[in-house]
């Protein structure tokens, strides 16, 4: 299925309690910006590419950031501007760079897993490239994502992801050679009986040590770099 479907259909309507909850989310994320110093310097704009219900556009709207949200999920963004509706959102595809182009920001942030999604490594330097273009010296880019290069081609890993009474959701992840198949099952207690509802789609397997190429290929400078539990999380800054 692809990913834009899987989200309107399946995992929008799931996706806040999934994470587990909407204001833990965002209390991280605010803890994540204060820690390493992201407050506006110069153009004061920022863009979150890929910005799901905000959980990071949201900290930085309140840190003082004008942010434009970028996604092709309309259910979250209703639901991102339900909470804040100053932020600007902009419903379509983060490849598709005429649509958010043009606004000088200091800041862009492609988090919580968003740049595995994209359909494949092409994509994901080409999605490089466009930020050290738009960005203003000085700038900075956080990327955020799972790290799924390590497994073994052909392993099956079950991620039990939330449940509660009456609701359960897991994840199903299959590695293949360059992605990971990713089925997401949703068991839910209607009347006493259990409901069961799934979506699969696909994520990229990509390597730290490929981004830290790509990034230092367009001209970033890494400023940090943390590779662990499963995550990546990298800051890279756009000399002056
Ligand atoms: C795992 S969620 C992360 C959302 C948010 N960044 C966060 O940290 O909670 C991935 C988000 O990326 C969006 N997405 C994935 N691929 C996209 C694309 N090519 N263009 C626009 N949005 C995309 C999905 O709709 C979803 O909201």
Request: proline share 5%; charged share 25%.
């Amino acid at each position: 299925m692809p990913v834009r479907e899987h989200y309107d259909r399946f995992l929008a309507g799931e996706y806040a309690w999934m994470a587990g909850g909407f204001e833990i989310n965002l209390d991280r994320n605010r803890r994540f910006f204060h820690e390493m110093g992201i407050v506006p310097r110069s153009s004061n704009t920022a863009l979150d590419l890929g910005a799901g219900c905000g959980f990071a556009a949201i900290p930085l709207a309140e840190a003082g950031f004008r942010v434009t949200a970028v996604d092709f999920c309309r259910p979250l963004l209703d639901e991102l501007v339900r909470y804040a509706p100053d932020i600007v959102t902009v419903e379509g595809d983060i490849l598709d760079f005429p649509l958010w182009a043009g606004r000088n920001p200091e800041l862009i942030i492609c988090m919580g897993d968003t740049l595995t999604h994209l359909p494949n490594a092409g994509s994901v330097q080409d999605l490089l490239r466009q930020c050290y273009a738009e960005l203003v010296p000085g700038g900075r880019f956080i990327l955020a994502l799972r790290d799924y290069s390590r497994e073994v081609e052909g392993s099956v890993v079950v991620i039990p992801v939330q449940r509660e009474q009456d609701r359960i959701f897991l994840c199903r992840l299959e590695y293949q050679a360059d992605h990971v198949g990713v089925k997401d099952v949703l068991y839910s207690r209607e009347s006493g009986s259990w409901e069961r509802s799934y979506g699969e789609y696909r994520k990229l397997r990509i390597a730290p040590a490929f981004l830290e190429r790509e990034l230092e290929r367009e001209g970033f400078r890494i400023e940090k770099n943390t590779v662990g539990e499963g995550h990546i999380t990298m800051i890279v800054i756009k000399e002056l």
